[in-house]
Nanobody, 120 residues
Framework: QVQLVESGGGLVQAGDSLRLSCAAS????????MGWFRQALGKEREFVAS????????YYADSVKGRFIISRDKAKNTFYLQMNSLKPEDTAVYYC?????????????WGQGTQVTVSS
């Protein structure tokens, strides 16, 4: 059974940093893209960042470029989202996901989400 489990969310102040983790299990992900999405209250879920498990291709949404860093640790089967210079508009539920390279994210695997709240 494939599982993606997020951790690391919480309440921080604007300008602070936070690191989210996503522990992946249940299969090998060598052919997958691993990603982070977020959904603010009343808004649609949006892409934040993604990384290829094997080739280390990395993509960011413009809204987080230069502030967030995605990475992965193959040995721990875990990937991360380091969030720096957080802003109130970063407040959302953050989800990690995995999908086959070239596939659709909604067809892949998703975590349960972790709340990030940034106060001004």
């Amino acid at each position: 059974q494939v599982q993606l489990v997020e951790s690391g969310g919480g309440l921080v102040q604007a300008g602070d940093s936070l690191r989210l983790s996503c522990a992946a299990s249940g299969r090998t992900f060598s052919s997958h893209m691993m990603g982070w999405f977020r959904q603010a209250l009343g808004k649609e879920r949006e892409f934040v960042a993604s990384i290829s498990w094997s080739d280390y291709y990395i993509y960011y949404a413009d809204s987080v470029k230069g502030r967030f860093i995605i990475s992965r640790d193959k040995a721990k089967n875990t990937f991360y989202l380091q969030m720096n210079s957080l802003k109130p508009e970063d407040t959302a539920v953050y989800y990690c996901a995995a999908t086959l390279r070239g596939g659709k994210w909604y067809e892949g695997y998703w975590g349960q989400g972790t709340q990030v709240t940034v106060s001004s």
